[in-house]
C-alpha cells in the first residue's frame, strides 16, 4: 500500500491547499486530480505512531482497595486491546504504595509483562491483585522514585516512552517532596530535551471534592497531588469512583499509544458542509470504527490496499460514535466514542470556509 500526497503529511498538524493529489490503493495506484470549488478546503492529517513503551502501574495495596483492583483486572481488556491493536512494544510492570513492605519491587511473575508473555491479560489481572495488607500512608509518588534509583533493567528502556499509572482511593502521602519535586524527577529519566516521553496518570479520587457513593458514604479522597503532577506531564486523572473502569482504561490505553482524538481545522468552517474520511490499512482492527462509518469504500487485496471510511457526524454528548465539530477552545474535529482513527490512518477534513459556502 502506498499512500502519495502533494505535500508531507505531519503528525498534529494541518495542511490546507486548493488542489488534492490522492493516489488509490493496491495495485492500479494512479494519481488522481481533485478540483476544489472556490472557498473549500482540505486539511489532510496522520494519526499518530508509537512503537515503545514501558508501563509503569503504581497501585495502592492498602485495606479500601480489594474492589478497586478486582475492577482493574476485570476491565484491563479494553486497556490492552488499544495497545495490542496499535502493535505497541510493550512492557508492563506492577508496584504498590508501600515503600516499606514492597521497597519499590515489582509485583507478580512474571514482573514485567511483555508481547511474547503467555496470556497478558490474565496474567496483568493477577499480578494487579497486590492485596490490602500494605500501609495505610499512601506513598504512590515516593514509591516510584524508589523504583527508579535502581529500576528493572528487565522493565525499563531508555528508547521507550514512559506511562505511569496510579491508582489509589487516597491522595498521595509522600514525604518530603512537593508535586513540582516528583515532576522535575520523573520527566529527567530519559534525560534533558526528552521530558515529553514521560507522562503521568491515575486512576484516584475526583478534584477538589473526591467522591461518593450513591448514599453518601465515601470512596475516595481527592487526588490532589496526583492532579498536580498530572497537569505537568500532559497525563490523565479518570475516576476511581467509576462502577467499572472500562471507559477509563479505554481512554488511557489511547492515550499511551499517542491515538489523537482532537484534530484542529486551518480556518473556520462552515459546519454545515463538513465531511471527514479516514483512510487506513486493510489489516488494521476497525472492529470499533466500523460503526462510525457512513459508508466504506473498500480496495483490499488480502492485506494490500486501503479501506476509506466516510465518518457520521454525532451529537456532541461525550459517547455517542462519530465525529463533533468544536469551535471552542479553537476549531477542531473530535473524534468520539470508537470512532478515534487507527495507527497508520491518514485523516481528511473537506469543508467551505465559514460564508463562502455555495448557496443553495
Known amino acids: 500500500m502506498s499512500f502519495m500526497m502533494k505535500h508531507s503529511l505531519a503528525p498534529w498538524g494541518a495542511i490546507a491547499i486548493g488542489v488534492w493529489v490522492a493516489v488509490g490503493a493496491g495495485c492500479d495506484d494512479q494519481v488522481k486530480p481533485r478540483v476544489i470549488l472556490p472557498g473549500q478546503r482540505l486539511d489532510q492529517l496522520q494519526q499518530v505512531d508509537v512503537g515503545k513503551v514501558d508501563i509503569l502501574w503504581i497501585v495502592d495495596d492498602s485495606g479500601s482497595m480489594a474492589d478497586k483492583q478486582k475492577n482493574l483486572a476485570d476491565n484491563f481488556a479494553e486497556f490492552f486491546k488499544v495497545i495490542d491493536d496499535a502493535k505497541v512494544d510493550y512492557h508492563i510492570g506492577v508496584l504498590t504504595t508501600d515503600t516499606v513492605k ?74 518530603p517532596g512537593e508535586p ?39 470512596k475516595a479522597s481527592a487526588g490532589v497531588r496526583y492532579m498536580a503532577v498530572i497537569d505537568a506531564t500532559g497525563g490523565r486523572l ?30 473556520r468552517p462552515d459546519p454545515s458542509t463538513i465531511v471527514v474520511k479516514t483512510t487506513y490499512p486493510c489489516d488494521a482492527d476497525t472492529t470499533r470504527l466500523n460503526n462510525a462509518c457512513s459508508a466504506q469504500d473498500k480496495k483490499c487485496d488480502g492485506d494490500n490496499g486501503a479501506i476509506t471510511c466516510t465518518v457520521k457526524a454525532a451529537p456532541d454528548d461525550g459517547t455517542t460514535t462519530g465525529w463533533v465539530y468544536q469551535s471552542k477552545p479553537s476549531e477542531n474535529i473530535f473524534f468520539q466514542g470508537d470512532s478515534v482513527p487507527p495507527k497508520g490512518s491518514h485523516i481528511e477534513f473537506s469543508y467551505f470556509e465559514f460564508g463562502k459556502a455555495p448557496q443553495q
Request: net charge negative.
Open 102 to 175: 514492597d521497597a519499590a519491587k515489582l509485583q507478580g511473575s512474571p514482573a514485567v509483562i511483555t508481547p511474547t508473555t503467555p496470556n497478558p491479560v490474565n496474567t496483568f489481572a493477577a499480578n494487579i491483585k497486590v492485596g490490602t495488607g500494605g500501609s495505610a500512608l499512601e506513598k504512590g509518588l515516593d514509591a516510584a522514585r524508589l523504583f527508579f534509583q535502581t529500576p528493572d533493567p528487565a522493565f525499563l528502556r531508555q528508547d521507550a516512552f514512559l506511562f505511569m499509572i496510579f491508582v489509589s482511593d487516597e491522595d498521595d502521602k509522600s514525604l
Open 180 to 218: 513540582h519535586y516528583f515532576y522535575r524527577l520523573y520527566e529527567g529519566l530519559k534525560g534533558k530535551g526528552n521530558d515529553k516521553m514521560v507522562t503521568v496518570s491515575a486512576i484516584v479520587g475526583d478534584v477538589p471534592d473526591g467522591c461518593f457513593n450513591s448514599v453518601g458514604m465515601w
Open 238 to 267: 479518570t475516576s476511581i469512583c467509576d462502577g467499572s473502569f472500562g471507559a477509563s482504561l479505554r481512554q488511557l490505553g489511547i492515550d499511551l499509544v499517542g491515538l489523537q482524538r482532537h484534530f484542529s481545522l486551518s480556518i
